[in-house]
């Protein structure tokens, strides 16, 4: 059973920082592209950050010089280092692979 369990999000001031960590089990984890999206209430789920296998990486262009995806594979995990955060950055962010989600990690940002 492929299971996808993200921790790391919270509540933090507007200029803060945050890392995501997305434990993936019971898959193969190295030769997938790995995903993060997020999602606010009554907006549609965007694509925020992709790390392929190989490292290659693409970003949201709202997020492009703030967050950073990283993955170990040793440790099938992966995760979304967030800096200087906005009030609009507030959402659910999500891990995904393969079709296969996570519960969800939210993440306010808010003085």
């Known amino acids: 059973q492929v299971q996808l369990v993200e921790s790391g999000g919270g509540l933090v001031q507007p200029g803060g920082s945050l890392r995501l960590s997305c434990v993936v089990s019971g898959s193969i984890f190295s030769s997938y592209t790995m995903y993060w999206f997020r999602q606010a209430p009554g907006k549609q789920r965007d694509l925020v950050a992709e790390?392929?296998?190989?490292?290659?990486?693409n970003y949201l262009d709202s997020v492009k010089g703030r967050f950073t995806i990283s993955r170990d594979n040793a440790k099938k995990t992966v995760y979304l280092q967030m800096n200087n955060l906005k009030p609009e950055d507030t959402a659910v962010y999500y891990c995904?692979?393969?079709?296969?989600w996570g519960q969800g990690t939210q993440v306010t940002v808010s003085s």
């Open positions: 790390i392929t296998s190989g490292s290659s990486t």
């Open positions: 995904m692979f393969a079709n296969y």
